[in-house]
Structures are given as C-alpha cells and as structure tokens.
C-alpha cells in the first residue's frame, strides 16, 4: 500500500463513518481490508483502493468501512455504567415517568447487541417494578452485518463469557451445542436500526436515555462536539447520557454535565442547543458560534 | 495482596492461570487435585479458589462440597474454570456454593470479569 492509498483510505472512512485514523494505523488497515481484497480477488490493497475509486463500488465501500470499525463487545461491559443504570438511572426516570409509564432507550452503537440485551436483562432482573410500563430500547449500528448478529441473538461460548454473570447466562440464553442464543422475550425487547451517528437521527428521539459508549473516541473534536449536540437535542431535559470510560463532554460542550457521583453519566444542561444544519455538513467553526448564540 | 488457590491436574493450565492472575495483582499458590486443595485450605484459607473439575484423587465438584462445610469455608469465592459446559453441570456446581462459572478455553479478559463480578477486583 502506497502512502497515497493510505491516505485516500483515511480520508474515505473519516467521510463515511468518522473514524479518525492516524499516520501509524496502517497495520490495522492492512490487517483488517487484506482479507477484503483477498475475497473480491484483488492482489493487494492498492487494487483495492483503485476498484473503490472506480464505478459501482458502492458494495466494497460497505464491506471497508464495516470491516474498519472496532465491533470489541461484552456483555455489562465496564459493569459501572450498568450499576448506575439499575441504582440511579432507572429508578429517577421510573419516578419521574410515573404518569406516562414509558421509557425510551437509544444504544447508540449497539455493535453486536451485548450492550442492549444488557440493559434489557438488567430491566428484566427489576421485575414486578416495570409491570405495566411500556420500554423501547432503540439499537442502532453503522454496520448491517453486526445488527444481523445482533438480531439472532446468538452467541459463541466465548462471547458469552465475556462480562456476561453465569447466573444471568443460566437464566436468559438457552445452548445449543457450543453456542448460546439470548431469549426471545429479550430479542423482543430491543428494535434494530442501521444508523450513521454522522447522518440525521432527530425522527429517532425523544429518548429518556442515551448510551453512546466506546464511539467518540474514535470521531475527530468537530465531530464529537456535533453528534453531542445533536443527542442533546433528542434528549429528554431530565434524561440521562451514558458515555464510555475514557470520553467525557467536559471541554467539549456544555449541552451535557457530569452528573455528581456516577462517572460516565451525563445530565443535559439547560435549554437544547440551537439548531445547526441537521448533520455533519456544518464547518465546525460555524457550529460553536450558533451555539454560543444559543439561549441556555 | 489478595491469594488465589489453582487447583488444576495440568501444570499448563496451571501457569497460564497463575500469570492471569498475577497480572491481577494476585498471590497465587497451586493444587494438582481437590484432595491437594483441601490441605491447602486446612492451612490457610485463600480469598479466591480457581477450580477445574475433573482431577483425581479428589474432583472439584467434592472439595466444593467439602470446602463449603468448613470453619469459614464460606469465605473464599470459588470460580469452576473447566471443560464441562452443560448447563446442568453448571447448575450443579452454582448449587453446591460455586460463585462463578469460566468455561474453557478462557483468556484473560474472561478470569477478570468474573473476577470483578464476584468482587475479587
């Protein structure tokens, strides 16, 4: 792969997912695109990178930018979040829901669905509490062949294990030889969605509760900034923002604040922020300053 | 520094879980069978006990049960790290005071889930 490839590849992932790769990735390039090539027979990746820049290469592009964002899940990944989920979060929004009795849930990057059957076992595990409420947990991925995994819901052996307690492994997923299929009351419980957190998602919401772990990182500052944003504004004003172990708003934007005690956990701040172009096509400078004039 | 008893008949697996849980800040001491395991605890009883199944002399299903009766065998929180992966071995093993389950083949990241699942770390 030549440098010139490598940069067309950097340039075409930002465009098309976000993700930011720097100069000393190109390991993970070669090591996650080789296999590509190799199964639309082409010799090399910069056989690769010509056939993405020819005509009707719209397939290969799906398979590079699926093949090229981190899919790493587990069940109860990090295990925090999730006990503030069943000790804080759930039952604030149980109380101040009371009258309408429904929860809204997004996962933003729901990958292979280990992070939204989670949160619907942890729901499940609160039992009579949630009788006669109504919860959607909406799940959305960039990429169609996780959510396909995600939706049949089952699991290697190793998988399973992976965060995942043996006593909720007995109790929600049944074996099938070497593999483990989550229940179908659970399946039941989460709606799939393929989405580019770059594109528009306002008809998603309004939710109660966003999970948007683990996919910031990989996005540039401008990007983190207005996807933030954009959540804020689908967000309800006494919800709840759940974000991974090493991303935070702070010093990004005051549309979030941390809330007291529950590393993680974001409360909105204020009024919603003002309205920019709807995506990701607003220059980052132009997006601060209709915020700044924004009323809080 | 927390210890943690390995009792597995394979010195493998023995030295894979030991660098494991070294890593996980552990002090490790080792048993090749339950019967080993049992003396071991009859000295000194560890805060966590990484336990195969099937060994001889005495399996790990036994000195579960045989632990579990002890003064204070109530005590250490005991992880099957084993090849028997039917549900109703695990249930099994969950009924007799098991606290966790690792199916093998394991890695590191699956030991410390459950290891922080059962409060170890």
Redesign the interface.
């Given at each position: 792969m030549t440098p010139f490839d490598y940069d067309y590849l950097r340039k075409l992932l930002k465009d098309r997912s976000g993700l930011v790769l720097s100069a000393d990735k190109e390991y993970l390039v070669e090591s996650r695109l080789l296999p590509i090539a190799r199964k639309n027979s082409l010799g090399s990746l910069s056989e690769l990178v010509q056939k993405l820049k020819g005509p009707g290469s719209e397939t290969l592009l799906v398979a590079v930018v699926e093949a090229m964002t981190t899919n790493e899940t587990?069940f109860l990944r990090d295990?925090v979040p999730f006990d503030h989920f069943r000790n804080s979060i759930v039952p604030a929004l149980l109380k101040a829901r009371e009258a309408k009795r429904k929860l809204r849930i997004w996962c933003a990057a729901a990958s292979t669905g280990q992070e939204p059957y989670s949160l619907a076992m942890c729901l499940k595990d609160m039992g009579p509490r949630l009788d006669g409420w109504r919860v959607e947990i909406v799940a959305t991925d960039l990429s169609m062949d996780v959510l396909d995994k995600a939706k049949a819901g089952v699991y290697s052996?190793?998988e399973v294990?992976?965060?995942l307690?043996?006593?909720m492994?007995?109790k929600y997923f049944t074996?099938t030889g070497e593999t483990w299929q989550i229940s179908s009351e659970i399946r039941s419980m989460v709606q799939y969605r393929t989405l580019n957190l770059l594109g528009d998602f306002t008809s998603l919401g309004p939710f109660d509760l966003v999970f948007c772990r683990n996919v910031l990182i990989y996005f540039d500052q401008p990007t983190k900034i207005d996807v933030l944003e954009r959540i804020r504004r689908i967000t309800e004003p006494d919800g709840f923002l759940v974000l991974g172990a090493a991303e935070t708003v702070v010093g990004l934007t005051d549309a979030f604040k941390p809330v007291q005690d529950q590393r993680g956990v974001y409360a909105p701040n204020g009024a919603v922020p003002a309205k920019g172009a709807g995506g990701f096509a607003m220059p980052a400078t132009q997006r601060l300053a209709a915020n700044f004039g924004a009323p809080r | 520094m927390k210890t943690c008893l390995v009792v597995d008949d394979s010195s493998v697996i023995r030295k894979v879980a030991r660098r494991i849980l070294e890593g996980m800040d552990f002090a490790i001491t080792e048993a090749e069978d339950g019967q080993e395991a049992l003396d071991a605890c009859q000295r000194e009883l560890p805060d966590a006990v990484l336990l195969d199944w099937n060994m001889p002399r005495m399996d790990g299903y036994e000195f579960l049960r045989t632990l579990r009766r002890m003064p204070g065998g109530d005590r250490p929180k005991v992880v099957f790290c084993t090849t028997e992966?039917?549900?109703a071995q695990?249930?099994r093993a969950?009924h007799a005071g098991a606290d966790?389950?690792?199916?093998k083949?394991?890695?590191k990241?699956?030991v410390a889930?459950?290891f922080?699942?059962v409060g170890l770390v």
């Open positions: 587990f295990k052996q190793f294990q992976r965060g307690p043996i006593q492994l007995l074996q | 992966n039917e549900v695990i249930a969950l966790e389950y690792i199916m083949p394991f890695d990241d699956i889930a459950k922080q699942e």
